[in-house]
């Protein structure tokens, strides 16, 4: 049974069951799920939030802890079996098809927002694609996130003797090797699935270039998943996993960012919502620290579209909320202020253009001027790990692969890629 499939499965049931009535106010209130629970990302939700209570509708916080969603997406899932879904969730990439297909989310809700606020104007085609079923629209897009990101503190470069940032996986061995002579943790990183799938897919990337990534993560290509430069670009990731924070297994990606703010470490690989935490610490951009792409990954951005779904709800009055936090999402001023905060980048094509006019960083500039480059050079690809690539399912594949992979201290690379493309033919 395919991922759509089972998800219509189970959501069947859900039409047997009440709804639970929604606390009533006088212009209505909405239940936002999602799993922006670190300290820098609460700050950019919070300013959702207040602007929604502002125009008069009451938010209900739906946080569910986790990076990376796998959480709220199992507790959503369940939500969704009892009859019970929130007015609002987020979800991303392919997983919003699925979704809409189980006939769960209102394709109505939002057509005179977006005809009114002319978002197939203002957006990337590739960007409304995404948040959009048979041509309407079921989720709002939030902003562009570039997963393809390392993370250096340089007061630590500069304790270890290495002068300047690694652009090549030779010279980020040779760095790494000076932070640990130096005594510090080389790589930060958070042993859980997704991050450990947020390095892998960096190094497909540097080493596959992103044809070759297109053709292992989005064509899930038999003959790129367990061929030669596949097995490549795991010796690789084994190399890097040497360095990787020993303490680091399980923990949340904010508290292995913290290492590297604090000091204690040199870089972290991470989607640029580490750059949240290091502006809650009141870190400046190219100051502080530094945001250089991952080693031979420049020419390439590999994105992450956070966005918002509608979930037909039964309770009419919540169509207002809906379309109202619709509105605010796309607006210049909360597009400015949630990106400033989140670490990310507007989805709007005029404030893209215009980066340094609207007062964003050098980190989110280079992003944006990135973005917009390598969507002309087919250098723009979807995260695997954020979900923007494939169905959970087939992530889920990638996912146990690559983390049993880097916890064996005796396991092959060629042994890894026949069994990754195994797992990702029976996840399809
Ligand atoms: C991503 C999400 C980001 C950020 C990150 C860490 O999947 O798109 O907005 O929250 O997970 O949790």
New binding site residues.
């Given amino acids: 049974m395919n991922s759509t499939l089972r998800l219509t499965a189970a959501i069947s049931l859900a039409s047997l069951l009440p709804l639970s009535a929604l606390a009533a106010d006088s212009k209505g209130s909405v239940e936002v799920v999602h799993?922006?629970?670190?300290g820098g990302?609460k700050a950019a939700v919070d300013v959702l939030k207040a602007q929604v209570e502002k125009d008069g509708f009451t938010w209900k916080d739906g946080a569910v802890a986790?990076?990376?969603?796998a959480t709220a997406m199992t507790v959503l899932k369940s939500r969704a079996v009892a009859g019970n879904p929130p007015g609002i969730a987020?979800i991303?990439g392919p997983d919003i098809q699925d979704w809409a297909s189980t006939g769960l989310l209102d394709s109505d809700v939002l057509k005179d927002v977006a005809k009114a606020e002319n978002w197939d104007g203002l957006l990337e085609k590739k960007v409304a694609d995404t948040v959009k079923f048979e041509g309407d629209y079921v989720a709002v897009p939030v902003?562009i996130?570039r997963v393809n990101w390392l993370w250096i503190n340089p007061e630590v470069f500069k304790k270890a003797g290495i002068a300047k940032p690694p652009t090549t996986l030779d010279e980020f061995y040779a760095a790494a090797e000076k932070l640990k002579a130096a005594g510090f943790i080389p790589l930060a990183h958070g042993g859980q699935p997704?991050q450990d799938s947020t390095v892998f897919e960096a190094v497909v990337l540097s080493v596959m270039g992103a044809d070759g990534y297109k053709k292992a993560m989005v064509d899930l290509d038999n003959a790129t998943l367990t061929g030669p430069q596949m097995v490549k670009a795991l010796t690789e990731l084994k190399k890097i996993a040497t360095y990787m924070d020993a303490d680091g297994k399980g923990q949340d990606?904010n508290l292995e960012a913290a290492k590297v703010i604090n000091g204690k470490a040199g870089m972290q690989v991470m989607?640029d919502?580490a750059k949240s935490e290091w502006t809650l610490a009141k870190k400046v951009a190219g100051q502080d620290y530094q945001c250089v792409p991952f080693p031979g990954t420049d020419k390439a951005f590999t994105y992450?579209?956070?966005s918002l779904v509608v979930f037909k709800q039964k309770d009419a009055g919540t169509s207002a909320g809906q379309q109202d936090i619709a509105k605010v999402v796309m607006g210049q001023d909360f597009q400015k202020l949630f990106s400033s905060n989140?670490g990310?980048i507007p989805v709007r094509k005029d404030m893209l253009a215009d980066m340094a006019g609207h007062g964003f960083d050098a980190c989110a500039q280079t992003s944006a001027k990135d973005f917009l480059a390598d969507a002309q050079t087919g250098g723009l690809q979807p995260s695997m790990?954020?979900?923007m690539a494939t169905n959970l399912a087939v992530q889920g594949a990638f996912f146990d692969v690559v983390t049993n992979y880097i916890n064996d201290p005796k396991a092959d690379p060629a042994d890894a890629a026949k069994k990754l493309g195994a797992a990702i033919q029976a996840a399809q």
């Fill in positions: 799993w922006w629970t670190s990302e986790g990076g990376g969603g987020q991303k902003n996130h997704w990606w989607g919502w992450n579209i956070d989140k990310s790990a954020h979900n």
